[in-house]
């Protein structure tokens, strides 16, 4: 599977981005979805994800409230809509899909495949 993110760009706080991430190669609609991001000097981290079979949704507490996570498996893409951004939301998001097991939605470990990450940059 080969993802490609995009969406991202410079946004001043308060203001909303919309990620996408198409994916290619294979269909993802078995695939569990997540988004991570990681900030300069940073490890990694959970930001999104949704389940392939009933559409669950599961947030970071950090973007809890201001973002939500959808799919559209016709279009083999998962978008990432965020709003009210924050200066601390600043980072290279990243989308990345696998079969993740029960409540392991949220480590690095759990996808198999990445796209190369798209940076949202939000002012102050």
């Known amino acids: 599977v080969q993802l490609q993110a995009s969406g991202g760009g410079l946004v001043q706080a308060g203001g909303s981005l919309r990620l996408s991430c198409a994916a290619s190669?294979?269909?993802?609609?078995?695939?569990?979805i997540g988004w991570f991001r990681q900030a300069p000097g940073k490890e990694r981290e959970f930001v999104a994800a949704?389940?392939?079979?009933?559409?669950?949704?599961y947030y970071a507490d950090s973007v809890k409230g201001r973002s939500t996570i959808s799919r559209d498996n016709a279009k083999n893409t998962v978008y990432l809509q965020m709003n009210s951004l924050k200066p601390e939301d600043t980072a290279v998001y990243y989308c990345?899909?696998?079969?993740?097991?029960?409540?392991?939605?949220?480590?690095?470990?759990?996808?198999?495949?990445w796209g190369q990450g798209t940076l949202v940059t939000v002012s102050s």
């Open positions: 990345a899909v696998g079969r993740v097991p029960y409540n392991r939605y949220a480590h690095v470990a759990s996808y198999d495949y």
């Open positions: 949704t389940s392939w079979d009933y559409g669950s949704t």
């Open positions: 190669g294979r269909t993802f609609s078995s695939y569990d």
